[in-house]
């Protein structure tokens, strides 16, 4: 297993810097996010999980990427970036806050990444464009979102054996689906990013949670990116200041 820490990542100087821009950007972007494809097969290739941490004080989000194998679930590659954050904070935006230390990051891999998965939303956003959708297009791979909580939006609860799902709905319309990774525990909530179907979604997810509720990948991603925010700061991040995990709205 190879490690990478990526040079310092920069912002770039056309990125949005105010919510006009930012949501122009957005609907630019959106109309090339690609649902009709299944994406690759669960177990096979590459699963790699993306998360970053910040710290607010210091103005300071580190990403971490990590590759696994999708049959054994192994670490294969793992990189880190550091930048500064890069977009104010504004629900329904925060992709912009931490995409170019994630493309930093996701750029230092040698292994192919595979699918990519992302800890937040693809199309169950407001705006239908989600951190994995903005990724998926930026760069091309196929991507999903695994998140916590399911936003703005309704479902009904999944039985409790662990597989069952429930469509997450924005009014009729179905953007996700809240999954049920563990027997009788809350579920997660998956959606398309780019270039994957949402059964495809759903079963890697299932492939990739055998013991805990959330991905490993996003489980190993999010230790990860804790340990390069620590390295950067020289310290502990303070825990009222530091998040690896954004609040919805990514």
């Known amino acids: 297993m190879t490690t990478h820490t990526a040079t310092p990542s920069h912002v770039p100087a056309d990125w949005p810097t105010d919510e006009p821009s930012a949501r122009a950007v957005q609907d630019g972007l959106r109309a090339r996010v690609v649902l009709g494809e299944e994406g690759p097969r669960p177990g096979t290739g590459h699963v790699t999980g993306v ?109 409790a054996p662990r597989g069952s799902a429930a469509p997450l709905l924005d009014g009729a319309e179905e953007i996700g689906r809240a999954l049920r990774t563990r027997e009788d525990v809350k579920p997660v909530f998956v959606s398309v990013g780019h270039r994957v ?22 489980r190993r991603a999010d230790a990860l990116c804790r340990a390069a925010l620590r390295e950067a700061t020289g310290a502990a991040p303070d825990p009222a200041a530091a998040t690896a995990s954004p609040p919805p709205g990514t």
Request: proline share 8%; glycine share 8%; with cysteine.
């Open 197 to 218: 179907s949402l059964d495809n979604a759903c079963a890697h997810t299932l492939r990739l949670t055998p013991r805990y509720r959330l991905p490993e990948s996003t």
């Open 51 to 159: 998360d970053v941490a910040y710290d607010d004080e210091r103005d300071i989000v580190a990403a971490a990427v990590v590759v696994l194998d999708a049959a054994t679930l192994e670490v294969v590659e793992e990189a880190t970036a550091v930048g500064r954050v890069a977009f104010p904070y504004v629900p329904g935006l925060l992709a912009f806050r931490e995409i170019p230390t994630l493309l930093a990051a996701l750029g230092a891999l040698e292994a192919d990444p595979g699918l990519v998965v992302c800890d937040g939303y693809g199309i169950a956003h407001p705006r239908r464009f989600g951190l994995a959708s903005h990724l998926g297009v930026l760069t091309g791979l196929p991507t999903i979102g695994v998140a916590k909580n399911p936003f703005t939006f309704t479902y009904e609860a999944p039985g």
